[in-house]
């Protein structure tokens, strides 16, 4: 069973860049088909799925964020990062590190990481 383990500050400066790094245990992140993503949910809010990173290094965002997300991969450590561009308080959340095979459902979650973006 992969496990996923999400790692970063808490605290995050307006305009500031957010960096948060996943850590992946039994199982590569290279692994054929296997996709690895970032969800965050907002409080009160539902979860928004943020971008992933295929086992091929192919990496997709949402629409919605795409213009200041950047996601990459550390083979060599089995990880993966997310890093959130010119941050506001609308980016207060909870944020998960997932994993998902291709055409299946989300699968392992890591516990989640609270950031909150505050001056």
């Known amino acids: 069973q992969v496990q996923l383990q999400e790692s970063g500050p808490g605290l995050v400066k307006p305009s500031q860049t957010l960096s948060l790094t996943c850590t992946v245990s039994?199982?590569?992140?290279?692994?054929?088909?296997?996709?690895w993503s970032w969800i965050r949910q907002p409080p009160g809010k539902g979860l928004e799925w943020i971008g992933m990173?295929?086992?091929?290094?192919?990496?997709y965002y949402s629409p919605s964020l795409k213009s200041h997300t950047s996601i990459s991969r550390d083979t060599s450590k089995n990880q993966f990062t997310l890093q959130l561009n010119s941050v506001t308080p609308e980016d207060t959340a909870v944020y998960y590190c997932?994993?998902?095979?291709?055409?299946?459902?989300?699968?392992?979650w890591g516990q989640g990481t609270q950031v909150i973006v505050s001056s």
């Open positions: 997932v994993s998902q095979v291709a055409g299946g459902d989300f699968g392992s």
């Open positions: 990173i295929g086992y091929s290094g192919s990496t």
């Open positions: 039994g199982g590569s992140i290279t692994t054929n088909n296997y996709y």
